[in-house]
């Protein structure tokens, strides 16, 4: 039972490696080509801080967004390795189930962030028309990017426990047999 639990975990940890390196270059590819009003890159390249301290921002965020919305799963093959066949999934399903739910997190953190970045925007701009905050990010407002980033903060912090709720009820519970009551 011990080289199964250390097995398990052993191949947990090496998923997790491969995982996180996988994680992090998806999400920073996918919010770089998510911003319509300027090359992000480009501007990082020529060393805006505020774009960069908005880009990691949205980084972390998403990769903890991930983190909740993939810990159902990872349980899940816990599950398949470790139980008799008959209480779970086979384990191309949960592979598959996996999948799935990273597509969907990350899906739910590129619209979160998007959409609230973008509303928040559009808020400044109703309060001070003057207040374009891509166009100050762009031009390297430090203040700018700092309070862009505790919006995207912010958002993804309260998306997270929805996140972690949503993938958990996708999750498929194991049937752990019948109990009679009475005969």
Not at 16 to 39: E, H, P, Q, T
Not at 79 to 87: G, N, Q, R, V
Request: charged share 15%; net charge positive.
């Amino acid at each position: 039972m011990f080289s199964i639990h250390l097995m398990v975990s052993l191949f947990e940890l090496f998923l997790m490696i491969f995982m996180s390196g996988v994680i992090i270059y998806l999400i920073y590819r996918i919010f770089i080509k998510a911003n319509r009003d300027f090359d992000m890159e480009e501007a990082i390249a020529q060393g805006n801080i505020a774009v960069g301290i908005l880009v990691s921002t949205i980084m972390v965020s998403a990769a903890l967004l991930l983190e909740k919305g993939l810990a159902a799963s990872v349980g899940m093959f816990k599950l398949a390795i470790s139980s008799p066949d008959d209480l779970s999934l086979p384990l191309w399903q949960t592979g598959l189930l996996m999948a799935f739910h990273l597509v969907l997190t990350l899906s739910i953190a590129v619209f979160t962030v998007s959409a609230t970045l973008r509303l928040f925007g559009k808020l400044a701009r109703n309060i001070n028309p003057h207040m374009r905050l891509g166009e100050h990010l762009k031009n390297g407002n430090i203040a700018v990017g700092l309070l862009l980033a505790a919006v995207v903060f912010i958002a993804t912090h309260y998306v997270g426990e929805g996140v972690s709720a949503l993938t958990k009820a996708l999750v498929p519970q194991p049937k752990i047999g019948k109990i009679e009551i009475m005969k």
